[in-house]
């Protein structure tokens, strides 16, 4: 509950920052935050261990000859694909454009990193 919670809280402070930030990132309402981290969250809790899985067992050849590289960005690709699911589901929440995905998927990543360490 613990990890959800802050999981949660991450990627509402990533997305109201990528909103402000980036030019791809919109979100129509302020509580419209809420929604989007809560709906991120589920769909991490239900599906994310299920796509690091699947995405690992893909980039194992690439990870074999590049000495595991490509794990180092698993949790970023996880996030953007969940990010992507989250944009179809929440109509007042739009991502334009491939850069503004990964960069606010960027941003989920480093704040569900660093939220933990700073509590």
Do not use: C, H
């Amino acid at each position: 509950m613990k990890t959800f919670l802050s999981q949660a809280i991450a990627a509402a402070l990533a997305v109201l920052v990528a909103s402000k930030i980036m030019p791809g990132v919109r979100v129509r309402k302020g509580n419209t935050a809420i929604g989007i981290a809560v709906a991120f969250a589920v769909l991490n809790l239900f599906f994310g261990w299920l796509l690091r899985a699947v995405l690992a067992v893909v980039l194992l050849p690439a990870a074999v000859l590049t000495f595991g590289l490509p794990y180092l960005v698993l949790g970023l690709l996880v996030n953007a694909i969940l990010l992507y699911i989250t944009d179809k589901f929440i109509d007042d929440f739009e991502i334009k454009g491939f850069w503004p995905l990964v960069g606010t998927a960027g941003l989920i990543s480093v704040a569900a990193w660093l939220l933990p360490r700073i509590f």
